[in-house]
């Protein structure tokens, strides 16, 4: 009598538990479809009110992070520099270059991009490390990203080079970052361009018939250690609309990054204000320190005016 009950006892132990284990799968296979069908319903508004999908790669692409420091400049780099052109250099913080051409340098707007590469190669440090990213008319300068194995580190104070313009489209000053001893870490699967228009889209960035014009594999800073001077990149998918607009996205871990030239620019001219020479200043050097400051100063102000 008593095996029997107790054999009852277990049967519907089992029963209820299969009852609470199908109750749970199906739960969750309600969820994973209702997943599947919002990821389904998000990639076919998608492909609905965007164009340009379709010349987006497909290809898996595999990069990684990366590390440098810092360059400090010396005073071998500024004669270095007075060597190559007739131009006088001053060291900010250790790490920041200013210079005066004495013989300022016609760069119009007609002017082709290989001129441009020309020039800024003759001009400055490692000239070949770096590439034209754009020209900025409100504040007459010219943006000058560091590259590394042909790849742009987008937006980084610290890897930079500035072009400062007179109203004759003529470069007079220069501002020059650099970074140094880079290092690569392990490669690691990218998310695909599509999948970084996927994120710019879902945060409402995004508007019915805009187009994907172009995308462009670069890096931004990812962390910064103030101890040694060591920064880290992360792969970053730019992904332009329009034409006109870029986005950046996180290759590695998919999350969005926001920057743009007024803000870029804002950012350089409010920190190197605050920044003070290198080394005990000449007189000539005290004269560029003033100058560049005030162009700053006045680069400063129109940023400001055109974030409002």
Known sequence: MQWNQIKTLFILCFLIL??????????????????????????????????????LSDETVNESYISAKRKQFTLEDVETLEDKTEQEAAIINGNVLYSKLEEPISLSEDTTNDLVQETLESTVLSGSNYHLWNRNEDTNTMIFFQHNQDLPIYYSQTAYVLFIMNEQNQVTHYIQTMLEDIEEGEPKQLIKPSDAVANIYSKGSLKVNDEVTADKLGYYQALSSTENEVQVYAPTWKITINGNQDYFVNAVEGHSLSNGDISFLQKTADGLLTASPDTEETENEEALVDEVSTLLEEILEITRVSGE
């Open 18 to 55: 299969n009852i609470f284990l199908l109750q749970e799968f199906v739960e969750k296979r309600e969820q994973v479809d209702l997943e599947l069908l919002s990821d389904s319903s998000t990639e076919e508004k998608i492909t609905d009110n965007i164009k340009g999908l379709e010349d």
